[in-house]
């Protein structure tokens, strides 16, 4: 009689559980989920997983727990979802990378619907571009790397894309089109991308350093920018502003270069900086890079009827982007993620990068809630810490409750495996504790 009641308060618990789910995470995904796991091929009739919410409440678990496979084997059982094995929940998260892709890409487009804050129509849409590394535990040379469009006027992500260490930051990963102005910091400033950002009728302000990048005047001949900022100098200028012409592959595109002098104390610790990295690369600095470590250089397709200061202003709300990924690094604690194959550190990302979006958008509708409001005044890194907290709380399912160690069924996914080292605590009962004396 006990155990029925034990058994019926389970069940009603883990409703309870999924109700709170149901209401806290599905509303922000896509309606057609089954059809693309069944398209991706990670959901098959015949097996034990019935559908994609199923099978994301599992994968969800795993991301925001950090279980290994066999507690997540046994959670899974606990909840009802599933017995298969831990290994084939493994081969389930490693097959789930298309799957995973598609889901996080219908999400922004879900995320870009009936949800503008209005704006002036003179007002363009401001992109910030911008890349960060995941490194796995133990494996230094291996990291995934995470490329993300968030848009500055609207307050959200916009694209985003995961790729090994091998693919470099680049615009042409993003999809740009006319009214966009797309702002990035050295790493995009290349004459490849402002001509495909220029291809694509987009504008740009990118940061750039004078030895990635070479201007010409209409004969074609180089201008040297380190030669114009040391000119400055000696004339006590505080502002560049010149135009001329950049090259790529025999194509060229008309481009202004605006530079501002830093004040004396953040120039100095610029060079300061520069010096640090140098010195732990074991790489010698030149005279030049340090004279230019001084000025923030950047390059832009737009006009004469843009000041430098307007300029300058906009490129420094890029810094807007780097608070985005701090936000994520410190809510989510994320520094590395476990050791294993690219497909596995692919899919522990894409499932960081869902749940991420969902935090985003949770506080996004809150503040589309508070417009016009007098008493808005939350800390944006507040609210997300909070969003993502009750976030988590939902995806964690109390998983842990419902899991009774008594239950011989879980004897499948908890019991020791056989490896080549002696355990310990077997060794002590059947090899110490008998010769102790009584």
């Known amino acids: 009689m006990n155990s029925q009641k034990d058994s019926t308060k389970y069940d009603v618990n883990i409703q309870e559980a999924f109700h709170n789910w149901n209401r806290k995470i599905l509303p922000h995904l896509p309606d057609h989920m089954d059809e693309m796991a069944y398209r991706s091929g990670i959901l098959q009739r015949k097996r034990g997983i019935h559908s994609a919410v199923d099978l994301l409440k599992v994968l969800f678990l795993y991301a925001s727990s950090k279980f290994s496979f066999r507690i997540l084997a046994a959670a899974a059982c606990a909840l009802e979802i599933s017995g298969i094995s831990d290994t084939a ?21 879900f995320f870009l619907t009936g949800t503008d804050i209005p704006t002036p129509k003179e007002i363009k849409n401001v992109l910030l571009v911008d890349a960060s590394v995941i490194r796995q535990e133990g494996r230094q040379q291996e990291q995934q790397r995470i490329h993300l469009c968030y848009s500055l006027n609207r307050s959200r992500m916009e694209q985003v894309k995961v790729t090994d260490k091998h693919t470099a930051e680049s615009l042409t990963h993003f999809v740009l089109g ?18 495909y950002a220029q291809d694509q009728n987009a504008d740009v302000i990118l940061r750039i350093t004078p030895k990635t990048f070479c201007l010409y005047d209409m004969g074609g001949e180089k201008i040297s920018l380190v030669h114009l900022l040391k000119d400055a100098e000696k004339k006590h200028m505080e502002w560049v502003d010149v135009f001329g012409f950049c090259r790529h592959k025999n194509r060229s595109r008309f481009v202004r270069v605006v530079a501002q002098r830093l004040p004396e104390n953040q120039a100095e610790k610029a060079r300061k900086r520069r010096e640090g990295n140098a010195s732990r690369k074991q790489r010698h600095i030149t005279a030049d890079a340090l004279l230019c470590a001084g000025w923030v250089i950047v390059v832009t397709s737009l006009g004469a009827e843009y000041s430098g200061e307007e300029i300058m202003a906009l490129y420094r709300s890029r810094w807007q982007v780097e608070l985005l990924f701090k936000r994520f690094k410190q809510n989510f604690s994320v520094t590395t993620i476990k050791a294993g194959s690219t497909d596995y550190a692919e899919a522990v990302t894409l499932l960081w990068l869902i749940i991420w979006t969902i935090t985003e958008r949770q506080v996004f509708m809150a503040d589309c809630f508070l417009i016009g409001k007098q008493d808005n005044t939350y800390s944006t890194y507040e609210k997300c810490k909070i969003s993502f907290l009750q976030v988590t709380e939902s995806l964690h399912l109390s998983c842990s409750l419902f899991i009774d160690l008594r239950d011989e069924k879980y004897n499948r996914y908890l019991s020791k495996k056989k490896r080549w080292r002696i355990n310990q605590e077997d060794d002590f009962h059947s090899a110490v504790l008998p010769g102790l004396p009584a």
């Not at 929940?89 to 487009?109: D, I, N, T």
């Not at 006319?178 to 001509?195: P, S």
Request: no cysteine; glycine share 8%; aromatic share 12%.
């Open 89 to 109: 929940w493994r081969k389930h998260f490693v097959r789930a990378v298309p799957f995973l892709h598609e889901l996080l890409h219908a999400m922004l487009s």
């Open 178 to 195: 006319k009214g966009d102005l797309v702002m990035a910091d050295a790493g995009y400033g290349t004459a490849q991308n402002y001509i």
